[in-house]
């Protein structure tokens, strides 16, 4: 790894990360397929052994999700996301119709700018690293302050087995004092921005004048007719909603029941381990999750007893 990096902790030191990572990137676009792949799996697979320290410690430090589910989401974007663009062409021709003459060529964009959220620090900033790294791009990681140490050791991983497997040093940086103010920068200087995030953020990304990719939580409902496996989709929803505590972005948040099996259903989440509130209970929750018309950060990733116990409501400690 680069032994000169320097703490991006100013607008000025940001203005020399972002010169020098993309000084590291024009090397790299002139890397070859083989050299690319090479490092591709060095990086991920670097990434993959270190799932379960990056996952002890994003929990520890953001107080939010499931350790062992944690560990699943890092596995993923690092396995998986190899083992699905292992043998995808990046680098020249990707692409030729000879009848007609025309060949496709692949280039870089250039740097990326990663807004990455508190909700899923490690595993998002070993997605965006990865796919930076398979395309040839360099990127600057904005960390979420709840998360930046979770986030910055992910991303640091990911960085020191690429430059190992021979990428440029620099090719992969991050700001270590993030703030709205420099978010906004590398927004603003990168080529593309890949948001990820809540609402406020997601359309910052999108009003910065730069191309931009963004995905915050979605208000997934469920819908159970009379012709679904009852049994399925209750479990279903059980295990996607407490994935995580929750915190995946299209994990359901509500459940639209057919009033024929209804009494079905509703017996079917008790039995599972659900807790039905009552009238009073609801206002009490209600008035716990949402303040002034926004979610309440402190109920973010947790169980349903944490919640439960946030508003005053007594529920079994093992409730879904």
Not at 120 to 147: C, D, E, M, Y
Request: hydrophobic share 45%; proline share 4%.
């Amino acid at each position: 790894m680069d032994k000169t990096y320097a703490p991006v902790t100013t607008a000025q030191e940001l203005s020399k990360a972002l010169a020098k990572c993309r000084a590291a990137q024009e090397k790299f676009a002139a890397y070859t397929q083989e050299q690319v792949d090479k490092i591709f799996l060095a990086a991920a697979a670097a990434a993959n052994q270190m799932r379960i320290p990056l996952a002890k410690q994003a929990v520890a430090e953001t107080g939010m999700g499931v350790v062992e589910d944690k560990v699943i989401k890092n596995h993923y974007a690092a396995e998986y996301i190899y083992n699905a663009y292992k043998d995808t062409k990046t680098c020249g021709v990707i692409e030729e119709d000879t009848a007609y003459g025309i060949q496709r060529i692949a280039e870089p964009i250039g740097v990326i700018a990663a807004v990455i959220p508190t909700t899923n620090p490690t595993s998002t900033a070993i997605f965006k690293t990865l796919i930076s790294l398979k395309t040839r791009n360099g990127i600057i990681i904005s960390p979420h302050p709840r998360a930046k140490g979770c986030t910055i050791a992910a991303a640091r991983v990911v960085l020191e087995a690429a430059v190992a497997a021979g990428a440029p040093e620099g090719i992969i940086a991050w700001i270590d004092q993030p703030s709205l103010e420099l978010t906004n920068q590398v927004m603003r200087e990168a080529d593309l921005i890949l948001a990820t995030g809540g609402p406020g953020m997601v359309k910052a990304a999108y009003s910065s004048g730069k191309p931009a990719l963004g995905v915050g939580p979605g208000n997934t409902p469920a819908v159970i007719d009379d012709s679904a496996d009852i049994l399925l989709a209750v479990s279903s929803v059980i295990h996607s909603k407490t994935f995580d505590n929750g915190m995946i972005c299209a994990s359901e948040q509500s459940v639209v029941v057919l009033d024929s099996i209804y009494d079905r259903v509703k017996a079917e989440f008790i039995k599972r381990g659900c807790y039905v509130l009552n009238a009073e209970e609801i206002d009490k929750v209600r008035a716990t999750i949402m303040i002034n018309g926004a979610l309440n950060a402190k109920i973010v990733g947790q169980s349903a007893h944490t919640i439960a116990a946030l508003a005053g409501v007594d529920v079994p400690e093992t409730t879904k």
